[in-house]
Every structure is written in structure tokens, then in C-alpha cells.
């Protein structure tokens, strides 16, 4: 079982950036991918950033890469986001997920464990 807790979201100007975390317990963290999805009003829920269980791999949605970074310190169980140039329709509930694989883990209905979610807007 992992428990997932997201922090970081809020408020931000088009063109800014935000850092958003998720803690987890458990002892096992390591053994998990680790990604991030999200999901605006009326919207499914989409992949957006997975990182491998070692950290040496990374995947992320074409509409975010160059400009989101996902790592993680296996040390703290912690997985972070880091959003820059963030655009209007990055505004969504952003969820922390954890996953065996790096490939399911890319899919929201694969996913074995999500966090809570956090809000983020971006105004124009």
C-alpha cells in the first residue's frame, strides 16, 4: 500500500512556474514509478510526466515537455514537478500516481495508486 500526498499548487500568471510535490510513505517507494496526471473541468484524466523506479528515465506528454520537469529523491520518497512557461490550459487538478511500470504508468487507467490532487491555475 502507498499513500500519496501532494503539495505546491496555486495560483500563477501565464508564463510563470509552479513546484509541485508528493510525499509517500511506505517503505517500497523505490520500487514504483512515479508520475503525474491531470484533470480539467469536464476533461479526462491525462498523463502529463512518469519517471522511472531509478530515476533514469523519463517520459513526458508532448504538451508539456520542454517546459515540465519530473525527478524524484528516493532517499525522502518524494517526486516533484517542476512547471515552467506554465500556459491557461495547464490549469487542472494535478494527481501524483505510483505505479509498477513505467509504461502502465502512463496509463490513468492502470495506475494502482493516486493521490488526492491539487489545484493549479494559470490566468492569462
Known amino acids: 500500500q502507498v499513500q500519496l500526498v501532494e503539495s505546491g499548487g496555486g495560483l500563477v500568471q501565464a508564463g510563470g512556474s509552479l513546484r509541485l510535490s508528493c510525499a509517500a510513505s511506505?517503505?517500497?517507494?523505490?520500487?514504483?514509478?512515479m508520475g503525474w496526471f491531470r484533470q480539467a473541468p469536464g476533461k479526462e484524466r491525462e498523463f502529463v510526466a512518469v519517471?522511472?523506479?531509478?530515476?533514469?528515465?523519463?517520459y513526458y506528454a508532448d504538451s508539456v515537455k520542454g517546459r515540465f520537469t519530473i525527478s524524484r529523491d528516493n532517499a525522502k520518497n518524494t517526486v516533484t514537478l517542476q512547471m515552467n512557461s506554465l500556459k491557461p490550459e495547464d490549469t487542472a487538478v494535478y494527481y501524483c500516481?505510483?505505479?509498477?511500470?513505467?509504461?502502465?504508468?502512463?496509463?490513468?487507467?492502470?495506475?494502482?495508486?493516486w493521490g488526492q490532487g491539487t489545484q493549479v491555475t494559470v490566468s492569462s
Open positions: 500516481a505510483a505505479d509498477r511500470s513505467v509504461v502502465t504508468g502512463q496509463d490513468a487507467s492502470r495506475v494502482d495508486y
Open positions: 511506505g517503505r517500497t517507494f523505490s520500487s514504483y514509478a
Open positions: 519517471i522511472s523506479r531509478s530515476g533514469g528515465s523519463t
